[in-house]
């Protein structure tokens, strides 16, 4: 059974680019969120799609957004990016509900330089 | 004040040690908590998972909840070169949306 993939691995933008981000969930998963990974912060909510619709949203601005395909692909973009966007962005996926855990991807490295 | 607070670590055991890992949050709605591993250059990967107060256990791993404290632990005993990893540990108030620690760093030496 295929994991949660998350394309590119790595990418290197320079500020005030847009970038876009990509995963494919498990087979079956209809919800799909996305977190952002900093040494400082940790993990932070972004947001979680689910039947292509935002269910929750967390405190990113508006820079930051995202859609949901109706095969449960999602895609995140983030607009004139900011150094401070550098980060490892994870997406994760789970059949409903992620009452049960995620299934995380293995995140995609963004630069900004 | 961060929802959850996390000890950085790192933490260095020797083999076979009894590892104990630790999160403190303040939001008293938090009902659904879990513990992830993860591994340098991959996403976590989901340990334990448990809903309100007590204990859990699933081979070498319990995880603890102590709502009246705010308090949540990870217990590893016989701990393997293979545990190490980062551990964050999440919880949630709804299951839609987690907070995550900070992780600790656990480092097992043979």
């Known amino acids: 059974k295929a994991g949660v993939t998350q394309t590119p691995r790595y990418l290197i933008k320079t500020r005030g680019q847009q970038v876009t981000l990509s995963c494919s969930p498990i087979?079956?998963?209809?919800?799909v969120s996305w977190y952002q990974q900093t040494p400082g912060q940790g993990l932070q909510f972004l947001f979680e799609?689910?039947?292509?619709?935002?269910?929750n949203k967390g405190n990113f601005p508006g820079r930051f957004s995202g859609r949901q395909f109706s095969n449960s692909r999602s895609e995140m973009n983030v607009s004139t990016l900011e150094l401070g966007d550098s980060a490892l962005y994870l997406c994760?996926?789970?059949?409903?509900?992620?009452?049960?855990?995620?299934?995380f991807g293995s995140g995609t490295r963004l630069t900004v330089v | 004040q961060k929802e959850v607070e996390q000890d950085p670590g790192p933490l260095s055991v020797p083999e076979g040690a009894i590892v104990s890992l630790n999160c403190t949050y303040s939001?008293?709605?938090?009902?659904?908590f879990m513990w992830y591993r993860q591994y340098s250059r991959k996403g976590p990967e989901l340990l334990m998972y448990?809903?309100?107060?007590g204990n859990k256990e699933d081979g070498r791993f319990t995880a603890q909840v102590d709502k009246s404290s705010k308090y949540i632990s990870l217990f590893i005993r016989d701990s393997q070169p293979s545990d190490s990893a980062t551990y964050l540990c999440?919880?949630?108030?709804?299951?839609?949306?987690?907070?995550f620690g900070t992780g600790t760093s656990l480092t097992v030496i043979p």
């Open positions: 448990t809903y309100s107060s």
């Open positions: 939001n008293s709605a938090f009902q659904y």
């Open positions: 999440a919880m949630s108030r709804t299951g839609n949306q987690f907070y």
């Open positions: 799609y689910f039947s292509e619709t935002q269910r």
């Open positions: 087979s079956g998963h209809r919800s």
């Open positions: 994760a996926s789970s059949l409903g509900s992620s009452l049960y855990g995620y299934t």
